[in-house]
């Protein structure tokens, strides 16, 4: 007993050293994996630096914080940035988790907190509703390699990947909370992977909405980064919605898809559409930025960070908010958002933006909304830096440094040497007029520009008021539509010969970071300011030629004689005019579809099928997955196939079915069996193939994923799953056999009837994480072990395949 406190003790006193700064850690640690220790021949890591004298000498001249702040703002800077995630509302085990973190590990995980100088382990956010969001004052590094928090880091990876639980930084969950999105509202995400914002605008739309109903809205997420695009679809496929369109555009050229009349007419289509062109009610703009917020994350920033960055950045996040409002519609809001501190990249861009817009654009105070959120207002004055030199006014800027050094990164957003000029000649003319922009305008000397716009509306978080990452947010409302030359832009005016996926790169652009959850460098591409809505010709360039918009590898299409196409090349699949992207078909097999509303017993007028099924597949012979969309999404498909298929889509909707083929022969009357992902929404509307079973059983199949029909613990449930048809099941957990009324708590799982047995269609992860939830649920004492069911039973794998 004694040896065992004295290693706990030992053991908690190394998890406090190594709290002071994780990133010094050497690879010969004892508490890192064998699998690292694998190198421990080579020489210890070097401690990252995180000292950087132009950051300091910046940040100071721009006044982010007060003096007397300083040494505790960089203090906390250098030291790494705590875990945190946030609880899926959506999830039918919402209120389990939030008790499991409440009654479990915040007491568990106390002494830990305590030996490394902390009040609390894990604790809510006061700012975020409903205790849904989670800080921890452990680094994600701490939790990933400490045995102590072992438990806790299982946990976390576990609820992660069945959706329970999004992994994201605290100040990027504030965005999506300013954006007051209702359920009918058509949400853009303009740069949205790695998808963890996305995630969130969905989880409120779905909140919102009717129990048991789909929303009216839905969200589009766009990012142009094609591999970027399938961590997005990853992220997102955790939601199971069917409100969801990914696409791959840049985003200063997201497609408006605008239906003209004449096009209409020509093509035979009504003029009464549902939608005539796309807009949206509410924009996130969270722009690619320099990130030097997330330094606590990304700490090799430090490193790399320079005044540059921020300058090379400026243009194309005016064009990328400009191109968002251009999008919104008229009452909307319109959030512009970064993980940058650097005022050129934040309040320059919103006073742009101001400027532009006039007065169809206002910036929306939203000082009384999460009070408990800390938050600067924006800066009114700032300066700007070019190659080791300040500059408080753009009449000081060099002719030849104005390339690099634009009007609009100034407060005024004016050449005042222009306005000066302009000045002296109305008062030579008898009218006088004074610059309201100047503060101690005394010739030759350093004009220090202030900005009357009220930018004190923005926010910006520090990382020191809350132990954050830092963050700006600037809230807009559309009031009425933009001045005509904002919202039809010349296109020739920035034409260029390069295709429109190709990226130029220029030095400030390699180390651009997204103001998500994880600190990527992905190319920005090329600004190009141009009106999506006016057709024009674009030659793409493919992407990866390996992997369709799935995510999966593309296999050699086959044709009916194939032995005579032996030599024919892979065929690379065609969205339209978009090369390497999989056609998004609406599936009119009516055949097809009856097979499916009978074999399950789902009735139209209640679920409907037609019209709401979608495929990636042109011939419906070799369709192996159908996505079911929602009425809005259906609508966007709609006049996306009316204007020509303008919008390249990555991923759309929910996938509910998929084509399954059985060992053991013979027809069945359903090819299709309904996937993980689709269960939920299709659930209520399923009167066939369904069996209701008792706890014992249910978890047994869960544990040992396939049960012989003998071996059932409830004798009469073995014979209901016999007298199912082969194929595809559902299997509902019910206190009595009697059927139970289906809600968002019912417990089901997919399974399949095959020859001699029932076997789960349900992941390993979905299968432990189930488990888990029961166990909760249920006494400790349960009926016995089933016979023979870890043994030589038939299961899934040989009951069927997946095609």
């Given at each position: 007993?004694?040896?065992?406190?004295?290693?706990?003790?030992?053991?908690?006193?190394?998890?406090?050293?190594?709290?002071?700064?994780?990133?010094?850690?050497?690879?010969?640690?004892?508490?890192?994996?064998?699998?690292?220790?694998?190198?421990?021949?080579?020489?210890?890591?070097?401690?990252?630096?995180?000292?950087?004298?132009?950051?300091?000498?910046?940040?100071?001249?721009?006044?982010?914080?007060?003096?007397?702040?300083?040494?505790?703002?960089?203090?906390?800077?250098?030291?790494?940035?705590?875990?945190?995630?946030?609880?899926?509302?959506?999830?039918?085990?919402?209120?389990?988790?939030?008790?499991?973190?409440?009654?479990?590990?915040?007491?568990?995980?106390?002494?830990?907190?305590?030996?490394?100088?902390?009040?609390?382990?894990?604790?809510?956010?006061?700012?975020?509703?409903?205790?849904?969001?989670?800080?921890?004052?452990?680094?994600?590094?701490?939790?990933?390699?400490?045995?102590?928090?072992?438990?806790?880091?299982?946990?976390?990876?576990?609820?992660?990947?069945?959706?329970?639980?999004?992994?994201?930084?605290?100040?990027?969950?504030?965005?999506?909370?300013?954006?007051?999105?209702?359920?009918?509202?058509?949400?853009?995400?303009?740069?949205?992977?790695?998808?963890?914002?996305?995630?969130?605008?969905?989880?409120?739309?779905?909140?919102?909405?009717?129990?048991?109903?789909?929303?009216?809205?839905?969200?589009?997420?766009?990012?142009?980064?094609?591999?970027?695009?399938?961590?997005?679809?990853?992220?997102?496929?955790?939601?199971?919605?069917?409100?969801?369109?990914?696409?791959?555009?840049?985003?200063?050229?997201?497609?408006?898809?605008?239906?003209?009349?004449?096009?209409?007419?020509?093509?035979?289509?009504?003029?009464?559409?549902?939608?005539?062109?796309?807009?949206?009610?509410?924009?996130?703009?969270?722009?690619?930025?320099?990130?030097?917020?997330?330094?606590?994350?990304?700490?090799?920033?430090?490193?790399?960070?320079?005044?540059?960055?921020?300058?090379?950045?400026?243009?194309?996040?005016?064009?990328?908010?400009?191109?968002?409002?251009?999008?919104?519609?008229?009452?909307?809001?319109?959030?512009?958002?970064?993980?940058?501190?650097?005022?050129?990249?934040?309040?320059?861009?919103?006073?742009?933006?101001?400027?532009?817009?006039?007065?169809?654009?206002?910036?929306?105070?939203?000082?009384?909304?999460?009070?408990?959120?800390?938050?600067?207002?924006?800066?009114?004055?700032?300066?700007?830096?070019?190659?080791?030199?300040?500059?408080?006014?753009?009449?000081?800027?060099?002719?030849?440094?104005?390339?690099?050094?634009?009007?609009?990164?100034?407060?005024?957003?004016?050449?005042?040497?222009?306005?000066?000029?302009?000045t002296e000649e109305n008062e030579n003319g008898g009218?006088?007029?004074?610059?309201?922009?100047?503060?101690?305008?005394?010739?030759?000397?350093?004009?220090?520009?202030?900005?009357?716009?009220?930018?004190?509306?923005?926010?910006?978080?520090?990382?020191?008021?809350?132990?954050?990452?830092?963050?700006?947010?600037?809230?807009?409302?559309?009031?009425?539509?933009?001045?005509?030359?904002?919202?039809?832009?010349?296109?020739?005016?920035?034409?260029?010969?390069?295709?429109?996926?190709?990226?130029?790169?220029?030095?400030?652009?390699?180390?651009?970071?997204?103001?998500?959850?994880?600190?990527?460098?992905?190319?920005?591409?090329?600004?190009?300011?141009?009106?999506?809505?006016?057709?024009?010709?674009?030659?793409?360039?493919?992407?990866?030629?390996?992997?369709?918009?799935?995510?999966?590898?593309?296999?050699?299409?086959?044709?009916?004689?194939?032995?005579?196409?032996?030599?024919?090349?892979?065929?690379?699949?065609?969205?339209?005019?978009?090369?390497?992207?999989?056609?998004?078909?609406?599936?009119?097999?009516?055949?097809?579809?009856?097979?499916?509303?009978?074999?399950?017993?789902?009735?139209?007028?209640?679920?409907?099928?037609y019209g709401h099924l979608v495929t990636r597949n042109?011939?419906?012979?070799?369709?192996?997955?159908?996505?079911?969309?929602?009425?809005?999404?259906?609508?966007?498909?709609?006049?996306?196939?009316?204007?020509?298929?303008?919008?390249?889509?990555?991923?759309?909707?929910?996938?509910?079915?998929?084509?399954?083929?059985?060992?053991?022969?013979?027809?069945?009357?359903?090819?299709?069996?309904?996937?993980?992902?689709?269960?939920?929404?299709?659930?209520?509307?399923?009167?066939?193939?369904?069996?209701?079973?008792?706890?014992?059983?249910?978890?047994?199949?869960?544990?040992?994923?396939?049960?012989?029909?003998?071996?059932?613990?409830?004798?009469?449930?073995?014979?209901?799953?016999?007298?199912?048809?082969?194929?595809?099941?559902?299997?509902?957990?019910?206190?009595?056999?009697?059927?139970?009324?289906?809600?968002?708590?019912?417990?089901?799982?997919?399974?399949?009837?095959?020859?001699?047995?029932?076997?789960?269609?349900?992941?390993?992860?979905?299968?432990?994480e189930l488990l888990e939830r029961l166990a909760e649920?249920?006494?400790?004492?349960?009926?016995?072990?089933?016979?023979?069911?870890?043994?030589?039973?038939?299961?899934?794998?040989?009951?069927?395949?997946?095609?």
């Amino acid at each position: 007993m004694g040896r065992g406190r004295h290693r706990g003790r030992s053991q908690r006193k190394h998890f406090k050293e190594s709290r002071e700064n994780v990133w010094k850690r050497p690879r010969t640690d004892p508490t890192v994996d064998a699998s690292d220790n694998a190198v421990a021949d080579k020489p210890s890591w070097e401690p990252i630096l995180t000292d950087n004298p132009n950051f300091e000498e910046y940040y100071k001249e721009q006044g982010i914080v007060r003096a007397e702040e300083w040494d505790v703002f960089m203090e906390i800077l250098r030291k790494p940035l705590p875990a945190a995630f946030r609880v899926n509302s959506n999830s039918q085990f919402c209120d389990d988790i939030i008790s499991i973190l409440e009654n479990d590990f915040v007491k568990s995980l106390q002494a830990e907190a305590i030996e490394g100088g902390e009040l609390e382990a894990i604790k809510p956010l006061p700012w975020y509703p409903k205790n849904l969001a989670w800080h921890s004052n452990f680094s994600r590094k701490q939790i990933r390699k400490h045995k102590t928090l072992e438990r806790f880091h299982e946990f976390l990876k576990l609820e992660n990947e069945v959706g329970n639980i999004t992994r994201q930084e605290a100040v990027s969950m504030v965005p999506p909370l300013f954006l007051d999105v209702h359920p009918d509202h058509f949400v853009l995400d303009m740069c949205a992977a790695p998808g963890s914002k996305t995630f969130q605008l969905l989880e409120i739309i779905h909140g919102a909405s009717e129990p048991g109903t789909l929303p009216n809205g839905m969200v589009v997420a766009n990012d142009v980064d094609f591999q970027r695009s399938n961590l997005l679809i990853h992220q997102t496929k955790r939601m199971c919605t069917s409100n969801l369109i990914v696409t791959n555009h840049e985003g200063q050229q997201f497609p408006g898809c605008r239906l003209n009349k004449f096009r209409a007419s020509e093509k035979g289509l009504s003029e009464d559409m549902p939608i005539n062109q796309l807009s949206f009610d509410r924009v996130l703009c969270d722009v690619p930025c320099s990130g030097d917020g997330t330094l606590r994350k990304a700490p090799d920033i430090w490193r790399k960070w320079n005044s540059g960055m921020g300058n090379g950045l400026h243009s194309l996040q005016v064009i990328l908010a400009m191109r968002g409002l251009s999008l919104l519609k008229v009452g909307g809001k319109m959030i512009y958002s970064t993980c940058s501190m650097n005022p050129v990249e934040d309040e320059a861009v919103v006073a742009e933006i101001l400027r532009r817009c006039g007065d169809s654009v206002e910036l929306v105070d939203v000082s009384d909304k999460l009070p408990e959120l800390i938050r600067r207002p924006g800066l009114k004055t700032w300066k700007v830096r070019d190659k080791g030199a300040w500059f408080t006014s753009y009449k000081d800027v060099p002719q030849n440094r104005r390339g690099g050094v634009l009007v609009s990164m100034f407060p005024s957003g004016k050449n005042l040497k222009e306005t000066s000029e302009t000045t002296e000649e109305n008062e030579n003319g008898g009218c006088k007029e004074t610059d309201k922009f100047l503060v101690d305008a005394i010739p030759d000397e350093p004009v220090v520009e202030v900005s009357d716009l009220p930018l004190e509306r923005c926010m910006r978080i520090i990382p020191h008021d809350q132990n954050t990452g830092a963050f700006f947010i600037a809230v807009l409302r559309k009031v009425s539509p933009l001045p005509e030359f904002q919202e039809k832009p010349n296109p020739r005016k920035h034409s260029s010969n390069k295709p429109a996926d190709s990226t130029e790169k220029s030095p400030a652009e390699e180390a651009v970071v997204t103001a998500d959850a994880e600190p990527v460098e992905s190319p920005v591409e090329k600004v190009i300011e141009a009106d999506a809505d006016i057709e024009k010709d674009v030659s793409l360039v493919e992407p990866e030629k390996e992997k369709n918009t799935e995510g999966e590898t593309i296999k050699e299409e086959k044709e009916a004689n194939s032995s005579s196409h032996a030599g024919d090349k892979r065929k690379v699949p065609m969205q339209g005019k978009w090369k390497g992207f999989d056609p998004v078909v609406f599936l009119k097999d009516e055949t097809l579809i009856d097979s499916i509303k009978e074999f399950y017993g789902i009735r139209d007028e209640s679920f409907p099928l037609y019209g709401h099924l979608v495929t990636r597949n042109t011939d419906t012979s070799s369709v192996k997955r159908i996505y079911y969309v929602s009425k809005s999404v259906k609508e966007v498909l709609q006049l996306n196939f009316a204007v020509g298929q303008q919008l390249k889509i990555a991923s759309v909707g929910l996938k509910m079915f998929e084509r399954q083929t059985a060992k053991e022969g013979g027809s069945k009357p359903c090819s299709f069996r309904i996937s993980s992902e689709g269960l939920p929404v299709i659930l209520p509307y399923i009167t066939k193939q369904v069996l209701y079973s008792p706890m014992a059983d249910f978890k047994h199949l869960l544990e040992y994923k396939s049960i012989k029909f003998p071996d059932f613990v409830n004798k009469q449930l073995g014979q209901k799953a016999i007298d199912l048809v082969l194929g595809c099941c559902v299997v509902i957990l019910s206190d009595g056999e009697e059927p139970v009324k289906v809600d968002a708590s019912t417990i089901a799982i997919s399974c399949w009837r095959g020859k001699n047995s029932l076997g789960v269609m349900v992941t390993s992860a979905d299968c432990q994480e189930l488990l888990e939830r029961l166990a909760e649920r249920t006494p400790k004492t349960e009926v016995g072990s089933v016979n023979g069911s870890n043994g030589d039973s038939g299961g899934p794998a040989e009951a069927m395949e997946t095609a």
